[in-house]
């Protein structure tokens, strides 16, 4: 299990199968019973306090929860001053939804939106974590454009037999909103977008802006 936080009142933890069997939890009983979900999740909020300084007690919380490839869950726990004075121990977390968003793996050529700066570098950060994922052998063309405010990754020429490209399109698509027709938008990013990094984007941004 791995808890980073990415701000104050925010943190994401990574789940993996492992993590659930030492556990004792069932992947399908923590989507389908509170009961599993809320002992998976005081254990984790007892760890985030202890290793990342997040305090809940007092606060409600906004639990999203990301289905990703097999071998991994991410948690996005968002805390919220309240009134009612709770301790980390009475909270009873609602049953997570799984949110899934369409991605065509068999593309050459994909998008992905940022909506800010730092969801962009929260992306590359994250990337950079997973050791053995290397972009560089996924595409040779990463560029990044800015228009109408938003920032685009633009990934074209991608080596669909690349073997942790799943995993990549998984951490993305948490962080990024993913474009279907991407073709015709990226000659429109071309067009009228500014390219801000013509090449490498992912791996630039995480050597600049390290977390």
């Not at 590359?124 to 996924?138: P, V, W």
């Amino acid at each position: 299990m791995k808890i980073e936080k990415l701000t104050e009142n925010k943190i994401r933890v990574i789940v993996s199968t492992e993590d659930l069997i030492k556990t004792n939890t069932d992947l399908n009983s923590i989507m389908a019973k509170a009961i599993e979900s809320q002992k998976l999740f005081l254990e984790i909020l007892s760890r985030a306090e202890k290793e990342v300084d997040f305090h809940t007690e007092g606060c409600k919380l906004l639990i999203e929860a990301f289905s990703s490839i097999d071998d991994f869950l991410i948690f996005t726990i968002t805390k919220y001053s309240s009134k009612e004075k709770k301790s980390a121990s009475n909270i009873s977390p609602k049953k997570p939804v799984a949110k899934r968003k369409n991605v065509d793996y068999s593309s050459e050529n994909t998008v992905y939106s940022f909506s800010s700066f730092d969801e962009l570098c929260d992306f590359c950060n994250c990337i950079d974590t997973y050791k053995n994922l290397d972009t560089s052998k996924m595409s040779k063309n990463i560029s990044l454009y800015l228009y109408n405010d938003i920032y685009y990754l633009v990934i074209q020429n991608i080596n669909l037999k690349y073997p942790l490209l799943k995993t990549f399109h998984s951490i993305a698509l948490e962080f990024g909103k993913p474009y279907s027709n991407s073709k015709l938008f990226i000659s429109k990013l071309f067009e009228h977008g500014t390219n801000i990094i013509k090449k490498n984007a992912i791996k630039t941004l995480t050597k600049h802006f390290k977390l």
